[in-house]
């Protein structure tokens, strides 16, 4: 085929592509591509489409790309694209998606618009809606809600898995407590209480406010995790969105700790040209500016 030439549909051999697609075959219970998002998509459907309405170096817009297949078929074929979401759950699970299929080094070609940068932004946020507050601290440590509804949860509101001590190691659990108000003595005491009964070997107290002495008391008497390589880490961490946002401070885990909390997306050689993108969580001026 040479630049300039023509071919036309009804010359050429085979059936063409009708608007059912059946080569495409749904998600097995075992499939390596299902993170357990609700509405997942294949992302080899997601890439016939973009591939069949857009080239390389066009913008792909996902306004609901909710675990974010869209995007991540747009990265691998080298397109632009915006994703958009309201909730704080979908962006993070998309961020974690990015970071596992292509590595570390995505997070310098994308932005995150919409999300709170300052712990005043953190303290509007909270007021405005409690629950995606809760979802965007969480997210903060690379934690899940513990169910994506609002209802009781038991004392946690967030788990997060790692796996310590290299292939013998064993998969481990943090129970994670979310305040947007005032924080007492009571509530470290009521954590640990949590982390006992759940066999957890850490549990994270994040805080809106700052916590007392007393509840640093209360938090160091809880004693250690003793990881397998030998290193101690507080069984109850307090963190608060000022530690998390200007101190970038995280959980204190053992240093070879493998992170377990989404099912990871098979990984992908990056493209050193791909261009900057934007996820977007879509909320209107007001809701930015409130």
Request: with cysteine.
């Given at each position: 085929m040479y630049r300039g030439s023509k071919w036309y549909a009804d010359e050429l051999e085979g059936v063409p592509l009708g608007d059912i697609w059946t080569d495409i075959p749904p998600f097995s219970a075992q499939a390596k591509e299902r993170l357990g998002f609700p509405t997942q998509k294949p992302e080899a459907l997601l890439q016939r489409i973009i591939l069949a309405s857009s080239n390389r170096g066009d913008l792909v817009l996902d306004p609901f790309c909710g675990c974010g297949t869209t995007i991540v078929a747009a990265q691998r074929l080298e397109r632009r694209w915006i994703g958009i979401d309201i909730t704080h759950l979908a962006i993070n699970l998309v961020r974690l998606r990015l970071q596992n299929t292509f590595?570390?080094?995505?997070?310098?070609?994308?932005?995150?618009?919409g999300e709170p940068t300052t712990v005043k932004d953190a303290q509007a946020l909270a007021q405005?809606?409690?629950?995606?507050?809760?979802?965007?601290?969480l997210g903060l440590v690379g934690a899940r809600p513990t169910e994506p509804k609002k209802g009781a949860d038991r004392g946690i509101d967030g788990r997060l898995y790692f796996h310590d001590g290299g292939r013998a190691g064993q998969t481990k659990l943090v129970v994670l407590s979310v305040k947007l108000g005032q924080v007492r003595p009571s509530d470290v005491r009521d954590l640990l209480g949590v982390v006992d009964r759940e066999g957890a070997a850490l549990g994270v107290l994040i805080t809106l406010q700052e916590p007392s002495?007393?509840?640093r008391r209360e938090a160091a008497e809880a004693g250690f995790y003793t990881s397998p390589g030998g290193t101690q880490h507080p069984k109850i961490q307090i963190l608060t969105i000022a530690d998390l946002l200007e101190r970038q401070q995280r959980i204190d885990l053992p240093a070879w700790t493998d992170w377990q909390t989404f099912r990871?997306?098979?990984?992908?050689?990056?493209?050193?040209g791909h261009h900057l993108n934007t996820m977007d969580f879509g909320w209107n001026e007001e809701d930015n500016h409130s």
């Open positions: 590595g570390p080094s995505i997070q310098s070609q994308y932005r995150v618009i405005q809606d409690p629950f995606q507050f809760q979802c965007w601290a002495p007393a509840m990871r997306a098979p990984k992908a050689k990056p493209n050193p």
